[in-house]
């Protein structure tokens, strides 16, 4: 960092202090997550609208394609600003291309959706495209730390050589025309080489990322996604207020779409991130890739929201249990990965497994109620009572079992057992 904070001339690129005290998010980081606003509306919308005309498959499969491509750059960006983040003006201006590969990947997000639903040739150029522009702009930025930070040399020309590997294979999946099947077997070894490149990075040498800087970034992009969840509850309430006017449907599913995202915020944020990161650090990778569930499935339940409001519109070609399912099942997922995660980092909970078992029951519930006729807003308010039970049993349990976790990983690494 600069050594005057109003000045933004070459720094050095050592990397940062990784116990540095009261590191925060910077502005330019806040700047970078709010393109993902877009990326995530964008993805959402359109698995949205492939659900409504029950394109099941083609959806799942086009936003998984999406969710990756934006989660792994967003994953990427933010481990090595944790790491080497200067602010000076040559950080900020590559930041800048990556925003801008941010924003370009977006606007190819559409027609990849698209292409996919019609059986045609997958159309990925322009989502491909601005994908590889952030790789690269991240390969000058290893290659910069590479030169600088000569303790960590092999580690970071690791990245930069795999991530060019990788752009390489990239490039010829944008430039090949071909049909789905062939594009995926395209794009899984070049999923895996990307997803391994920090693994055999960091073998060479560990780079000093912040472990509650990474945690407060993590819960960041956690609440951009959830933003996705307020755009769909509104959605769907002006559906129903635009064909029924202000109604008790109305009420519920206003209270429900927001009881929702505020459900799912209080339920990620009860994970102890930043200190149980900090005390194990060699969880890294479980941590950083185990996040990527949580955060789709956070944008698809938004999506099904906008479902809803599809089917609430009758522009929607499925039952009234397709589209509770579309809320239901990314709940299930965010609620069963965050549980995953939690066990991962804390260890085995029996009390908050069968917690979890319990709330995808009701969510299965709550599908079962609309296929026999329960009104959508009601089964949307069964959804959120799933959630808050979960939150309640947190509280009054998981919330000690937490802390008592923690006391035993900061005992065993006082014994440098950890």
Same mark, same amino acid.
């Given at each position: ?23 925060? +998010?910077?502005? &330019?980081?806040?700047? $970078?997550?709010?393109?993902? #606003? %877009? ?5 959402? @919308?359109? !698995? /949205? ?8 498959? +083609?959806?799942? &499969?086009?936003?998984? $394609?999406?969710?990756?491509? #934006? %989660? ?5 960006? @933010?481990? !090595? /600003? ?21 924003? %370009? ?7 990849? !959706? ?305």
């Amino acid at each position: 960092m600069s050594s005057n904070p109003l000045r933004h001339a070459m720094s050095r690129m050592g990397g940062r202090d990784p116990h540095e005290k009261h590191r925060t +998010a910077t502005p &330019l980081e806040l700047f $970078f997550d709010l393109t993902f #606003v %877009i990326a995530f509306g964008v993805a959402g @919308s359109q !698995f /949205a609208h492939q659900i409504a005309e029950a394109h099941f498959g +083609a959806g799942l &499969l086009a936003f998984s $394609f999406a969710m990756f491509s #934006v %989660i792994w750059a967003w994953i990427n960006f @933010s481990w !090595f /600003a944790s790491a080497y983040d200067t602010d000076d003006w040559i950080f900020r201006v590559v930041t800048m291309v990556q925003l801008l590969g941010v924003l %370009i990947l977006a606007m190819g997000i559409e027609p990849m !959706f698209h292409s996919i639903s019609e059986g045609r040739h997958v159309d990925n150029a322009v989502m491909v495209g601005g994908y590889v522009i952030m790789r690269l702009a991240l390969v000058f930025q290893w290659l910069r730390a590479a030169r600088q930070d000569p303790d960590r040399r092999l580690a970071c020309l690791t990245y930069a050589r795999l991530l060019v590997l990788a752009q390489l294979g990239w490039i010829v999946v944008l430039i090949v025309q071909a049909d789905v099947l062939a594009t995926f077997l395209m794009a899984a070894p070049l999923f895996l080489l990307e997803m391994a490149a920090p693994y055999l990075a960091e073998r060479r040498a560990k780079t000093p990322w912040h472990a509650h800087h990474i945690a407060e970034r993590y819960g960041l992009l956690a609440i951009i996604a959830l933003g996705e969840c307020l755009i769909g509850a509104i959605e769907t309430l002006r559906a129903i207020v635009a064909n029924h006017g202000w109604s008790v449907d109305a009420a519920l599913v206003g209270l429900g779409g927001t009881g929702l995202a505020f459900a799912m915020w209080w339920i990620y944020f009860i994970l102890p991130t930043g200190p149980s990161l900090h005390l194990q650090r060699h969880r890294s990778f479980g941590f950083g890739y185990g996040h990527m569930p949580i955060f789709a499935a956070i944008a698809a339940a938004g999506a099904g929201l906008h479902v809803v409001a599809y089917y609430v519109d009758h522009e929607a070609h499925i039952s009234a249990a397709v589209a509770v399912a579309s809320i239901a099942v990314p709940v299930a997922v965010f609620k069963v990965s965050l549980t995953a995660l939690f066990t991962y980092m804390l260890g085995v909970d029996r009390a908050i497994l069968a917690g979890t078992a319990g709330v995808v029951v009701l969510l299965a519930g709550s599908v079962g109620l609309a296929a026999v006729g329960v009104s959508v807003p009601v089964c949307l308010l069964v959804v959120v009572l799933a959630l808050a039970i979960s939150i309640v049993v947190d509280e009054r349990r998981g919330v000690a079992r937490s802390e008592a976790a923690l006391s035993r990983l900061q005992a065993r690494a006082a014994q440098g057992r950890v």
